[in-house]
């Protein structure tokens, strides 16, 4: 379903987040994006610390950075953007896609975004204007149905993606009661974990 058509240029995705850690879920959910609407490429963008996020991310920056340049090198169409950890520094979305207009012009932007997050969509800081900027591409992880709209007019399509029962929550406990979860990680990220004894793990 989309809201307004998407319009000629050629797009770009950008997909925002704590990546605490990267799992087989984002890659899923990446891939599925780059099909479904066409994407020239996909930029995966860490956020140092998400405005809305209370607990601080379990993961440095410069580990978060290493395992989403991993994710990234599992398709040629996926790019890092570092542009918020480099700031070190809470960051604003619409800040962040105001800076990748200036360097990609030409490119309309498709914001890749779960239902969950679409729901608080009107808790972002400058959301209005940001909705101006990006075309939504909006993805299930809550359920199939979409959930009432925040802002009005909002330019959107929402994804066929089967809901992923995988979440970085539900990695972090397992990885901080001393179990590598099974399936869950690109074997090049399970890889950085274990070879930085980052915990006391043994593979479960």
Known sequence: MSTQPLSPLPRLGFFGGSFDPPHLGHLAICQLALEQANLEFLLVCPA????????AP?????????????????????????????????????????EIGKTHPGYEILLLLGDDQLKRLDQWQSAPQLARMVHFLVFARESSSLPPLPLPNLRMTCMNNPLINLSSTSIRTSLMAGKLPKDSLPQSIERYILDQNLFPLSPH
């Open 48 to 55: 140092y610390h998400a405005p809305l996020r209370d607990q």
């Open 58 to 98: 379990l993961f440095s920056s410069d580990e978060r950075m290493e395992m989403a340049r991993l994710l990234c090198q599992e398709d040629e169409r996926l790019r890092l953007c570092s542009l918020e950890l480099d700031q070190k520094k809470t960051c604003f979305t619409h800040d962040t896609i105001s």
